[in-house]
C-alpha cells in the first residue's frame, strides 16, 4: 500500500525553527531519493530539499543554509529541518520520492505558517 504521511507543521514566529517529519511506504522510500516540497495556493509545488538513498543532499537556494534534510532508513521516515524561517517559508509541505509529478500519489502534508 502506497502512504506518505507528513507532520510537524504548525505556526512559528519568523527566526524559529520546525521538524517535519514524514513517514513513508516502503514502497515508495527504499529505492527512491526522497525530496521535501511545498506549495502555497495558486502556484506550483516547488521542490524544496533532496536526499539521495546514500544520504548526498541538495537544497533549493531559497533555503540553503538553513534547512537541513535527513532519513532514517530503519524508519522509513524523511526529515526536514527548518532553522530561521521567514514569512516567505509559509506553505503547505510535502515529501515524495524525487521528480515525482501531480500524477504521483501525494499525501496530504502539512501546514507551515511563519508569522512576522
Known amino acids: 500500500q502506497v502512504q506518505l504521511v507528513e507532520s510537524g507543521g504548525g505556526l512559528v514566529q519568523a527566526g524559529g525553527s520546525l521538524r517535519l517529519s514524514c513517514t513513508a511506504s516502503?514502497?515508495?522510500?527504499?529505492?527512491?531519493?526522497m525530496a521535501w516540497y511545498r506549495q502555497v495556493p495558486g502556484k506550483q509545488r516547488e521542490l524544496v530539499a533532496v536526499i539521495t538513498s546514500g544520504g548526498s543532499t541538495t537544497y533549493a537556494d531559497s533555503v540553503k543554509g538553513r534547512f537541513t534534510i535527513s532519513r532514517d532508513h530503519a524508519k522509513n521516515t524523511v526529515y526536514l529541518q527548518m532553522n530561521s524561517l521567514k514569512p516567505e517559508d509559509t506553505a503547505v509541505y510535502y515529501c515524495n520520492k524525487f521528480l515525482a509529478t501531480p500524477l504521483s500519489y501525494w499525501g496530504q502534508g502539512t501546514q507551515v505558517t511563519v508569522s512576522s
Open positions: 516502503e514502497s515508495i522510500f527504499s529505492i527512491n531519493t
